[in-house]
């Protein structure tokens, strides 16, 4: 990526469970900017929740929490990304989601999983 370039995350669909990050439950029916995420590497979408890798390999989740799939150590769901605080300070290479769990890559080959 040339250094004048941005990566940006856009969404769309259905959000009954704040799973575009949107800070909202309203569905969309053309793609919009996720706002306010620093420097995306890679998104992955689960049933009705939502991951993000940054670049620094942080992990933001988002939507539906009912099995804990979130990360965020309760069952509550979120309509924005937030921080998966367990995993901070880990590098984070790639995420995977299911219907209700979720897994983590680090960069030193560790799996991390969650959820149902």
Do not use: K
Not at 23 to 36: K, Q, V, Y
Not at 57 to 68: P, R, V
Request: proline content about 5%.
């Amino acid at each position: 990526m040339a250094p004048d370039e941005q990566r940006l995350v856009y969404a769309w669909g259905g959000n009954a469970h704040g799973q575009l990050g949107m800070g909202d439950l309203a569905d969309r029916l053309s793609p919009c900017l996720l706002p306010g995420v620093p420097e995306p590497a890679a998104v992955c979408c689960g049933d009705y929740h939502s991951a993000l890798v940054t670049s620094g390999g942080a992990l933001l989740t988002w939507g539906s929490g009912d099995a804990g799939q979130l990360g965020h150590g309760d069952a509550e769901s979120v309509a924005m990304p937030r921080l998966v605080r367990a995993l901070d300070g880990i590098c984070i290479r790639a995420v995977a989601c299911g219907s209700r769990h979720t897994l983590a890559l680090t960069a030193v080959g560790e799996v991390f999983a969650w959820g149902s």
